[in-house]
């Protein structure tokens, strides 16, 4: 019986998971993390280390699927990644030099409010509008960009995947399915570094929920990536803000269970 419990919670947290993924970019973590710990009982730091596992792959493969699409700005990814990896350093070692915040939720509100943002006011960008900026304007913004994407992950643990998108289509003017692709092109290695020092300071998980997470979010991102990649501006813009909707009510309804 345990085990169908742990199947199921596993289908439903990789669902919404790989759905987040693969539409807009969203870390599995803020779905994952909170399913295993409530329902499984999982402790918090080895349910984050799931979460970011099942995120490599299924980012990875969102990543290839809008690459695959040429809806990837690879140049521009990698120095954004690099910069994210630097000061998430710099703002988790600022984070232990001053009092405890409490921003546990921010990741949530991040998703709820960008949610509402592309139902109410959707990215409109096109690949046309994206070729007049010049390269050394992108190639600065983007490693602003990387600093504050970088520091307040480091900070406050949580957020970046959200923010990433919000700054990627804000600032640096980004079409969405460019900056979703881009997103989870940095994320498939900010979550392995992650991932990996997680597991080498706690130890490694449970096999089931570690594999079932893993395979339940990597089926259902790959999905999301392929439609996302065939849909209109329009009918992405309302169906990426609402699954950021309801994933942001379920998840804060995870919260206030705990």
């Known amino acids: 019986m345990q085990y169908l419990i742990t199947t199921a919670i596993c289908l439903l947290a990789g669902l919404g998971a790989g759905l987040g993924t693969g539409f807009a970019g969203m870390s599995a973590a803020a779905v994952i993390t909170p399913m295993l710990v409530t329902f499984l009982g999982i402790e918090p730091y080895t349910a984050v280390g799931i979460a970011l596992a099942s995120d490599v792959l299924a980012s990875a493969v969102s990543a290839y699927t809008y690459g695959k699409n040429k809806n990837l700005d690879i140049k521009n990814g990698l120095v954004m990644m690099i910069t994210v990896l630097i000061f998430t350093v710099v703002g988790s070692f600022v984070s232990s030099l001053v009092p405890s915040v409490a921003m546990g939720n921010f990741s949530v509100f991040m998703t709820l409010l960008l949610g509402i943002k592309f139902i109410v006011r959707p990215v409109m960008t096109t690949k046309a509008d994206m070729s007049t900026r010049s390269a050394k304007s992108v190639l600065i913004k983007s490693i ?65 929920p570690f594999v079932l997470c893993i395979v339940f979010t990597l089926i259902f991102a790959r999905i999301a990536a392929k439609i996302a990649n065939k849909a209109s501006p329009e009918t992405l813009n309302r169906v990426t803000g609402i699954i950021l909707v309801i994933l942001g009510v379920v998840v804060l309804g995870f919260s206030l269970i705990k």
Not at 165 to 183: D, F, N, P, Q, R
């Open 144 to 208: 602003i960009c990387g600093i504050i994407v970088g520091f307040i992950c480091g900070f406050i643990g949580a957020g970046g995947g959200m923010m990433m998108l919000l700054l990627l289509t804000s600032v640096m003017g980004y079409e969405l399915k460019t900056a979703v692709g881009t997103s989870v092109f940095i994320m498939t290695f900010t979550a392995l570094t992650g991932s990996v020092s997680h597991f080498a300071i706690g130890g490694m998980p449970d096999i089931l």
